[in-house]
């Protein structure tokens, strides 16, 4: 499943990759879809993500999905500290 907000970007990459895409369009006041995906949600991810992203100071492109996974497994597991995820990765 991909959720993205109303950017026509999106679409694209969604078709490219042959994967079920859900658009959330603001400026139509759609909030929700099929009662599951709402734009706060959405928004406050990647607020999370960007914040979490900061310490990096930038990263490149071909690495963005191992940023991702490395986040998602971070918020998944918050009992783990930064320090104490990077000593296991190693």
């Known amino acids: 499943m991909f959720c993205t907000d109303g950017n026509l970007s999106y679409k694209g990459i969604a078709k490219k990759l042959d994967v079920d895409h859900k658009r959330l369009i603001g400026l139509d006041n759609q909030r929700i ?7 706060q949600t959405l928004n406050n991810y990647m607020k999370r993500w960007k914040g979490w992203l900061k310490r990096f100071n930038g990263i490149g492109t071909d690495y963005v999905e191992n940023y991702l996974s490395w986040f998602r497994f971070m918020e998944d ?8 995820w990077i000593k296991e990765a190693l």
């Open 33 to 39: 879809i099929d009662g599951v995906y709402h734009i």
């Open 77 to 84: 597991n918050g009992e783990y500290s930064d320090e104490t």
